[in-house]
């Protein structure tokens, strides 16, 4: 039917088509003609409180379309004051659709309700809406009006029809009233005498079979919820400068937003482009720009509503005021028998392929984070880029959910730096949930002192990420704040600290990592507080640094060979079984000459030995001329001291103990090694008269 010809709608903007429109609508629903044309032409709508189009569940697959967005216009009245809340479509049946049409509200509206375009309720199953335009939504609480809304609770029936046949127990193939929403795999809720729950294994177009524990008589309803599943699909939709709205709102599951460019959206921190409050929605290959609110908020509040397998894929989020996007969850309260009671409703999502980007608005100062993560997922070939804007402490990838075992994973994103200021104290990656990984991200131009990859919950780890830290601005590569955490495979570059540990840590392991610090002398790796054990580093430049020795404290390092170069297993104020050239030693107390014995003073500080010290912790690579800061020591038993001072003459082969008349230098003990003590092998001439090339043997 056309509202034009068969209904003498207005179409161009004078007279008021509200009303034919809606006759229109009728028409089709009584005559079952299934569709509704509304040729080009601006046609005038209105309406203070309700509903002005319905399409009622009694008219499955109807449809409503017009000749394009911008051709076929329903523009709102101007200065309408809402007595109540107004929907324009809405849809109550299965299958029925909208496409081709431009839906604007007009100015000045006013009233404490709100104004929503499209709204599809219960019982509106697998609706269709694509191909359309909606601009200025109003609202006046939270969430405010809505582009478009979908709602279909737990709880709503979906199947609801009877055995049509006395069932006796065993499996059996029904014929009941209706197959309508039966499919394989489904649990039916068979009722009567002997209710129980049945799971069909297979159907045909009329019957299904099953499996049943009890006989159950022909008048016996059969029943299913929904779990929320609506089915909607909403694409190529323009909607946009609605400044009291959210754009998109889904209180139901397994719908799919797709190729929307929604523009200009929002007024406050609470409304969002898109509110996604279902399960199993897939959202994917929007563009949002400009958004009040979150780009996409995947909420959680209704505790027996599960809302696991949504995927957030392919989507583009510019200049946002909070949050690119925020993933949130809630336990079950067992209410829904589906939903185990504790279980978390929010299960693995997917987000995936998503662009976040502070463009026009690196000036910001509200956001939180870019993606805020307090679910578990898998987030994974994302890119964002100045994600945080200007934002002091913000997270560009943050992951929390406090309580939670179930593990996450945070994978192969790019994070890049263009034109944020630097000392905002921001973090890339915050992993805060228990069991979390990241796992080949790219961290690009970092520029910012919180630290790239901060390690902050329980069994978290890092795997093969890449840090690049900006070469105008210190930035600190990986930060340990939990226990039993791991960094493998690291490859760090910066001008601050390479790996820290930010408070007393156990457990920790790091492996087969490169750290590169740009200036000699800087920390590739700040031990201080780690029990753990690190392997298998390469430190091209830079020093490990680590405190003085610890009663509460094991860090066994060992070098690339495997050897062990540091393992402190000691009481506290003694020294170490042994000691390599990475380590930076504390010398805070004492001046230290190069090329002479180290040993430990009382207070665990590095001394030169002097001519009534037996023992020696190694040999010192580095000196110093003040009583503050720290130097390099070899005393890797194994290891070869290529130039160590004696007190005489030697000969090669034979043991070289500390020098009793000439402190910190080495005298030849003959072919027997002494019974107690620190001792070395003399190899071969050193590098200058008087020093000797050595084998050290035993270290304290």
């Known amino acids: 039917m056309n509202v034009r ?61 017009g000749d394009g967005p911008g051709a076929t216009v329903l523009q709102y009245a101007n200065n309408v004051t809402l007595k109540g809340d107004v929907t324009v479509f809405s849809f109550g049946g299965s299958n029925q659709c909208l496409h081709d049409v431009s839906i604007l509200n007009g100015a000045g509206m006013a009233g404490s309700f ?101 006989p159950h008589s022909a008048s016996d309803p059969i029943r299913s919820n929904s779990q929320g599943y609506q089915g909607a699909v909403i694409e190529n939709c323009y909607i ?29 921190s609470t409304q969002h482009a898109i509110y996604d409050q279902g399960g199993t929605n897939r959202i994917e290959h929007n563009y949002i720009e400009g958004v009040s609110g979150y780009g996409i908020h995947g909420h959680k509040a209704v505790p027996r509503e599960d809302s696991s397998g949504a995927v957030y894929d392919g989507n583009t989020i510019v200049n946002y005021a909070t949050n690119c996007m925020v993933l949130d969850s809630i336990s079950s309260d067992g209410v829904n028998p589906e939903v185990p009671n504790g279980v978390e409703l929010n299960r693995y999502a997917v987000v995936q392929n998503n662009t976040c980007r502070e463009r026009a608005g690196v000036g910001s100062s509200g956001i939180v984070a870019g993606l805020n993560i307090q679910a578990p997922a898998l987030v994974s070939n994302n890119t964002l880029e100045d994600a945080c804007g200007n934002t002091p402490r913000c997270i560009w990838i943050a992951v929390s959910t406090a309580g939670s075992a179930v593990s996450c994973s945070v994978s192969q994103n790019y994070i890049s730096v263009l034109n944020v200021n630097p000392s905002k104290a921001q973090t890339a990656i915050s992993l805060g949930q228990p069991y979390c990984e990241s796992n080949q991200n790219r961290i690009a131009n970092w520029n910012q002192d919180a630290g790239a990859i901060r390690l902050n919950g329980m069994n978290t780890s890092s795997h093969g990420d890449s840090v690049n830290g900006s070469p105008t601005f210190a930035s600190r590569c990986v930060v340990l704040n939990a226990n039993n955490v791991e960094v493998s495979g690291l490859h760090c570059a910066s001008d601050s600290i390479g790996v820290h540990a930010a408070q007393a840590v156990t457990g920790v392991r790091i492996r087969d990592s490169i750290i590169a610090m740009r200036t000699s002398g800087l920390k590739a790796l700040d031990a201080g507080g780690m029990q753990g054990v690190i392997s298998d580093i390469q430190i091209p430049t830079g020093v490990l640094s680590y405190g003085a020795a610890d009663a509460a404290r094991t860090l066994v390092i060992r070098n690339i060979d495997g050897r062990v170069v540091w393992n402190n297993t000691s009481t506290a104020g003694t020294a170490v079984s042994s000691m390599g050239r990475f380590l930076d030693f504390p010398a805070s107390a004492n001046i230290i000459t190069q090329g002479l014995a180290v040993k430990l003073d009382g207070s665990g500080n590095a001394a030169n030995a002097d001519t009534t010290d037996t023992v020696f912790v190694g040999w010192a690579l580095s000196g110093k001329t003040s009583a503050s800061g720290s130097i390099f020591i070899a005393g890797q038993i194994g290891s070869e001291v290529p130039a160590w001072a004696t007190d005489g003459a030697w000969t090669t082969g034979h043991y070289g103990v500390l020098s009793t008349t000439e402190a910190g230098k080495l005298h030849d003990n003959g072919t027997t090694p002494p019974s107690s003590g620190s001792y070395v092998m003399f190899l071969d001439q050193g590098e200058a008269a008087g020093e000797a090339r050595v084998l050290i043997v035993k270290t304290l």
Not at 19 to 31: D, E, F, P, R
Not at 188 to 207: F, Y
Not at 246 to 261: Q, Y
Request: a positive charge; glycine letters at 12%.
């Open 5 to 65: 010809t068969d209904f003498g709608a207005d179409n161009t903007g004078a007279a008021d088509a509200t009303g034919a429109i809606s006759k229109a609508l009728a028409a089709v629903v009584a005559s079952g003609k299934k569709a509704l044309y509304i040729p080009a032409g601006t046609y005038k709508i209105s309406g203070a409180a309700g509903t002005l189009f319905q399409l009622p569940v009694s008219a499955p697959g109807t449809c409503v379309y």
């Open 114 to 214: 709100n104004w929503t375009a499209l709204y599809a309720g219960n019982g509106a199953f697998n609706p269709h809406l694509y191909n359309f335009e909606v601009a200025g939504i109003y609202g006046f609480r939270t969430a405010g009006g809505a582009g478009v809304a979908t709602y279909q609770p737990y709880s709503q029936t979906m199947v609801n029809t009877t055995a049509g046949a006395s069932i006796a127990p065993g499996s059996q193939s029904v014929t009941p009233g209706s197959m309508a929403f039966i499919y394989v795999g489904q649990k039916l809720l068979m009722g009567g005498a002997a209710p129980e729950s049945v799971m069909v294994t297979a159907k045909t177009a009329t019957t299904f079979t099953a499996t049943f524990a009890n």
């Open 240 to 268: 946009h400068d609605s400044y009291r709205a959210t754009a998109i709102i889904l209180n139901s599951s397994s719908n799919v937003v797709k190729a929307c460019r929604i523009v200009n959206v929002g007024s406050n």
